[in-house]
């Protein structure tokens, strides 16, 4: 079965805590990207990585960071730099050319107390 | 600055009739419009495209129009099914990056 998967699908930490979300996919796309979506907002982007071992920052990468060490895995790191952390996280795939559909996972609804 | 602008937050339909979702967009350079329609606390789906140098793309029950001298862009499902109750995402693509700008959504409700 090809796809997204990101684990876990509900997560909590504390206040002040590092905190990494996995997203694998089996796709063989080179695009990954990682949204975060907050109520009545729309998908913003964090991070995205068109190759292996390289990565762009996206409107709202403050507080997070990447790593893209093979084709099929971008965790994202949420640091204790990022002020409001709780949100709803998706990370999706795609390949480049064409029209750019992006496949996206089940998402993380990350919890920060 | 918002982009792309979906400026229903949401949109109450009776089951049967059409559904249209509206969708305006400042940014002349995208060259590509997406649909995502997601159901909460899952992932978007992608329903429908549709290049700029088009004006509709169907798809069975979806088809999209662009407007292009009103930057303007529209789904229309016909018929609506219950199960079409979600909320639909617009998003262009701005260039060769492939880099999507999403609207901020719109709920819809299809009563049976």
């Known amino acids: 079965d090809g796809g997204i998967t990101q684990s876990p699908k509900y997560l909590f930490r504390k206040e002040g805590q590092n905190v990494t979300l996995s997203c694998e996919q089996n796709l063989n796309h080179d695009a990954m990207y990682w949204y975060r979506q907050d109520p009545g907002q729309g998908l913003r982007l964090i991070y995205y990585s068109q190759i292996v071992n390289d990565f762009q920052k996206g409107d709202i990468a403050e507080g997070y960071s990447v790593s893209r060490e093979k084709k099929e895995s971008f965790p994202l790191t949420v640091t204790s730099a990022q002020k409001n952390p709780t949100a709803f996280y998706l990370c999706?795939?795609?390949?480049?050319?064409?029209?750019?559909?992006?496949?996206f996972g089940p998402g993380t609804r990350l919890t920060v107390t | 600055d918002q982009q792309v602008k979906q400026n229903s937050p949401s949109l109450s339909v009776q089951e049967g009739r059409i559904s249209i979702l509206n969708c305006d967009y400042t940014?002349?350079?995208?060259?590509?419009f997406l649909w995502y329609k997601k159901y909460p606390a899952e992932g978007p789906t992608f329903l429908i495209s549709i290049s700029s140098i088009k004006d509709k793309n169907e798809d069975g029950r979806f088809t999209v129009f662009l407007n292009k001298s009103a930057k303007h862009l529209s789904l229309h499902i016909v018929p609506s099914q219950p199960g079409d109750s979600a909320v639909y995402f617009c998003?262009?693509?701005?260039?060769?990056?492939?880099?999507?700008?999403f609207g901020k959504g719109t709920k819809l409700s299809v009563k049976p």
């Open positions: 999706a795939s795609s390949i480049i050319g064409g029209s750019y559909e992006q496949y």
């Open positions: 998003a262009g693509r701005a260039g060769s990056q492939g880099n999507l700008i």
């Open positions: 940014n002349s350079m995208f060259d590509y």
